[in-house]
């Protein structure tokens, strides 16, 4: 994001301490600690606990953003401790500053989840400050061929999140391998129970409602309309500008102004963790003009949420629009 986009994101984002002298300092006494010492931060679902069963240690996980963390937790069960560092709905991930809690969180980290493609450099700062600590390390954006410059909000993808549960799992079971049938049951179960209703959810918006046109705020949305097959109509150009914090032409929001009135869109979109002049007017606009409003967030909302339970939520958000956007 550039130095202008902070004006763009909602103005009460906490203050944030820079990584600097401090941070560095910790990272140096960290980095002698044993790797299975416990993370500090908030924890994700229920890894705190001691492993139960098998002959292996409690792994301790860290990622950069909550909803990857949620899905880390609910994998690993016992036999992890997951520290989330952004897990504040009102932290924008793009330009967080991290802590010296933060290094030192990291540095004690036998795993460690980032977003990447840009999304989260901050938490590649983190990791190069102790590269050859021997932890794991899942760049998602890796992982699922996305390059910096490219839509970096996979957790909204449903293909790419099932790749992601794959890979945990897999690493795990590479940390830990005494643990493997445990981490391959906690897989099923998270899979075939826990995102029932997600899975259901989506097959179910895409078999009712495929190629309905939307609109949206800016390109969270765009792979979760993808996985769901319904139509994007807002321009790329406004949808990324308002993602980065830059400002939108005046092209792109008299195309939206115009996608609205005439009705071209039947549902709108947005952020509400990024609700900018720009786009409350939209939202103003559809809602004057009959067209049902969904919410997305950015993160977690509210913070202690699940994955599944958040993305539950809003999917039956989106449904509901649509539902009343066309009969069905």
Not at 182 to 209: D, G, M, P
Not at 211 to 230: D, K
Request: proline share 5%; net charge negative.
């Amino acid at each position: 994001m550039s130095a202008s986009a902070s004006s763009h994101r909602p103005a009460d984002r906490p203050a944030r301490v820079v990584l600097g002298v401090a941070a560095v300092a910790l990272i140096a006494a960290a980095s002698a600690c044993s790797t299975s010492s416990a993370s500090t931060g908030s924890a994700s679902g229920a890894g705190a606990a001691a492993a139960s069963a098998g002959d292996g240690e409690v792994i301790q996980v860290v990622a950069a953003e909550n909803f990857w963390g949620s899905i880390a937790a609910r994998l690993g069960g016992a036999h992890v401790h997951v520290t989330s560092i952004i897990t504040n709905p009102d932290t924008d991930p793009h330009s967080y500053e991290p802590t010296a809690a933060d290094a030192r969180t990291v540095t004690t980290a036998r795993y460690v989840i980032v977003n990447g493609i840009g999304y989260d450099a901050w938490a590649d700062k983190l990791l190069a400050t102790n590269p050859g600590s021997g932890r794991t390390e899942l760049k998602v954006g890796d992982l699922v061929g996305i390059e910096p410059g490219g839509n970096p909000h996979r957790w909204y993808s449903p293909a790419d999140v099932h790749r992601v549960i794959e890979r945990i799992t897999a690493d795990y079971t590479k940390i830990e391998p005494a643990d493997a049938a445990y981490f391959a049951q906690r897989k099923r179960t998270f899979e075939t129970q826990t995102l029932a209703q997600y899975n259901q959810l989506i097959s179910a918006i895409r078999t009712k409602y495929a190629g309905t046109p939307i609109g949206a705020s800016e390109s969270i949305v765009t792979p979760l309309a993808q996985g769901l097959g319904l139509k994007m109509l807002t321009p790329e150009t406004f949808l990324d500008a308002m993602s980065e914090g830059t400002d939108p032409t005046a092209a792109d929001k008299a195309t939206i102004d115009q996608q609205i009135k005439t009705k071209q869109i039947k549902v709108y979109v947005y952020n509400s963790q990024n609700s900018t002049p720009d786009v409350l007017a939209q939202v103003r606009l559809a809602k004057s003009e009959g067209i049902p409003v969904a919410t997305v967030t950015e993160t977690l909302a509210p913070a202690n949420d699940t994955f599944e339970q958040w993305q539950v939520a809003e999917l039956q958000g989106i449904e509901h629009a649509l539902h009343q956007a066309t009969g069905k």
